[in-house]
């Protein structure tokens, strides 16, 4: 089965931007799914009826609409939500919104993080599990001018790359391990400003490749992107979250949920040029560029249907990559060694499992 999504640039008519203009959107992009504008307020842990008798919850988006989440959004544009008894609301997000507390607040019933976000969230007692992942593995990358690559962790040397400290938490045991004096890499913090590779202030950024590389050609910039997980860190891109309360209380509603996205993101993975023709025309924000759009769909797709995916299914999730992500973490830090962090209580597989068995 197939499936596939991407992180929207959006900005002022894209089809006539210029460097300036298209950098400044690009800036916009957010790192590792954070975002969320707005938000309708749910009683914690509730659900609504809606007038066609379904039951209806909100979905906060970790961005504006787009191809990114065009699994959902196809979902619900071709009826699959309609057919599994669910009225979704998807919520467009933006930078700077607190996501997780969105959802173990109740605020929301479903948002989306990242193995990261999880163990973050577990070690400042959010009550949050995952329950699939429409990435198999994580879409973030080091960015470099295609003509100065970065290929390995050895070609950081002497170089200044602009990572987010979470990121660079990742990199250092990496650094490490291939024997670098971490003194020798500057890293320095960044935030969602792209800009500072194109215009040469950094020689590597850190970004999401299925959002940046199509951004950064449109622009004339032809980058070189290595991925974390060719340097061996491990996660997942887009992980669905929800309280564990909900999990409880909702197990069925949730595994028609992710039944239904399941074959939203195939159909886009195997429609990506109509699916970006749809999404830009009925939620997009105006001014999204299809082309680019399509462009985030087709390179996602080896994200999607790639790993765990092709054998068990879209969305598949694995407790072990989490293990390996904590474990990562205690040696760099960012996990202290006395945190007791329970992978059983932090990620199912119960819902996607259940998601793809026979009706």
């Known amino acids: 089965m197939p499936l596939t999504p991407s992180l929207p640039v959006n900005g002022p008519s894209p089809l006539r931007l210029g460097r300036r203009s298209a950098l400044a959107a690009l800036a916009a992009a957010p790192l590792l799914g954070l975002g969320a504008l707005s938000y309708r307020v749910l009683a914690s842990g509730a659900h609504a009826s809606s007038a066609k008798g379904l039951m209806s919850f909100d979905h906060q988006l970790g961005w ?17 939500l309609a057919e599994e008894g669910l009225d979704v609301n998807f919520i467009a997000g933006g930078p700077g919104t607190d996501y997780r507390t ?19 969230g577990a070690l400042r007692g959010q009550p949050l599990v995952a329950f699939a992942a ?4 994580d879409p973030g990358a080091i960015m470099s001018p295609a003509d100065r690559p970065i290929r390995s962790v050895h070609d950081m040397v002497g170089k200044t790359l602009g990572v987010p400290s979470s990121v660079r938490a990742q990199l250092l045991p990496l650094i490490r391990h291939a024997g670098i004096d971490p003194d020798s890499i500057r890293l320095v913090p960044v935030g ?3 800009s500072l590779l194109a215009s040469g202030q950094v020689d590597g950024y850190y970004s999401w490749s299925t959002t940046a590389v199509p951004a950064l050609r449109k622009i004339g910039f032809e980058p070189h992107w290595l991925s974390v997980s060719e340097l061996g860190v491990p996660g997942y891109g887009q992980v669905l979250i929800a309280r564990r309360d909900t999990l409880a209380r909702h197990h069925e509603a949730l595994v028609r949920y992710t039944r239904a996205l399941i074959q939203g993101w195939a159909w886009v993975v195997d429609h990506p040029a109509e ?3 749809r999404i830009v025309r009925d939620f997009a924000p105006p001014g999204t560029d299809p082309v680019e759009q399509q462009a985030q769909a087709e390179m996602m797709r080896d994200y999607i249907v790639a790993g765990d995916a092709t054998t068990h299914g879209l969305l598949w999730i694995d407790p072990a990559v989490f293990e390996r992500a904590v474990a990562m973490g205690r040696e760099a830090g960012s996990v202290p060694a006395d945190a007791q962090i329970d992978i059983t209580r932090l990620v199912t597989q119960d819902i996607v499992a259940a998601a793809h068995a026979p009706r």
């Open 64 to 80: 504006v609409k787009g191809i990114q989440f065009g699994g959902y959004l196809m979902a619900q544009s071709l009826g699959y």
């Open 102 to 120: 969105l959802v173990s607040s109740g605020r929301a019933l479903v948002s989306e993080s990242n193995v990261a976000g999880m163990i973050d």
């Open 134 to 137: 429409v990435m198999q593995r």
């Open 192 to 194: 969602s400003d792209p």
């Open 275 to 277: 699916a970006a023709e």
